[in-house]
């Protein structure tokens, strides 16, 4: 049995809807066990078991955990290859992962310096420069992400939702916090409201009780 610990509406849902997807291609089941890090859950004794640096996601397998999102999916699509979550060409496969890589490691970093500013600098006097700062940035790289989805027939790589199409739902997810109107990258935002409403994707959102749009605008 394969079992996810997942913050709900974090990185951890690019796994979450990849498990999902999984199930529903061949019936690989999984558990899911939510980590409420508001309520610091991702501190207690159990959770450090499972990840010493108190993150999410963590997949564990066979009582072994494996962390960090790059690591999970590529874990996966070898164990299941048969779902094609990702390209089987090397090359192809390497390009699918470059993209992953930077939505992963450049993108939700700059989206940290906007909701999290206090991790990157202790002098509240900042904050808002790092918030106003990387909020363009992070816009940026949504622009770029946008690039990518245009070519998606209906998905990343074809007829089922992968890593790809969660990652991206989820940044745009992001923006809205940071006062991102999802509608103003309109092929983005058309992409996701196609993966959110595939039904592993739906699943997935409705376990976590996520709500795509999150934008307000303001008043």
């Not at 859950?41 to 962390?67: C, I, K, W």
């Not at 970093?109 to 420069?129: G, I």
């Not at 939702?161 to 739902?169: E, G, K, R, V």
């Amino acid at each position: 049995m394969l079992e996810l610990h997942y913050g709900p509406g974090t990185c951890s849902f690019v796994v979450h809807a990849g498990l999902e997807t999984i199930r529903a291609a061949i019936g690989q089941d999984f558990a899911a066990h939510a980590v409420r890090l508001h309520k610091g859950e991702h501190l207690s004794a159990a959770h450090l078991a499972l990840n010493p640096l108190g993150q999410v996601p963590v997949l564990v397998v066979e009582g072994r955990p494996l962390t960090q999102v790059l690591a999970i999916a590529d874990y996966l699509d070898r164990r299941f290859p048969q779902v094609g979550l990702l390209p089987a060409d090397p090359w192809a496969r390497a390009q699918a992962m470059s993209q992953l890589a930077f939505m992963n490691n450049t993108a939700h970093p700059t989206f940290a310096h906007v909701f999290k500013p206090h991790l990157f600098a202790e002098d509240e006097a900042v904050h808002a420069e790092l918030k106003r700062f990387n909020t363009k940035r992070f816009r940026d790289h949504l622009e770029r992400i946008q690039g990518w989805v245009a070519q998606a027939t209906p998905f990343w790589f074809g007829e089922r939702p992968s890593f790809h199409d969660a990652y991206a739902l989820t940044l745009l997810r992001w923006g809205g916090y940071a006062g991102i109107d999802p509608q103003g990258l309109p092929a983005l935002w058309a992409h996701a409201q196609r993966v959110a409403a595939s039904a592993p994707v739906a699943a997935a959102m409705a376990r976590e009780k996520l709500e795509l749009n999150v934008y307000r605008a303001a008043a």
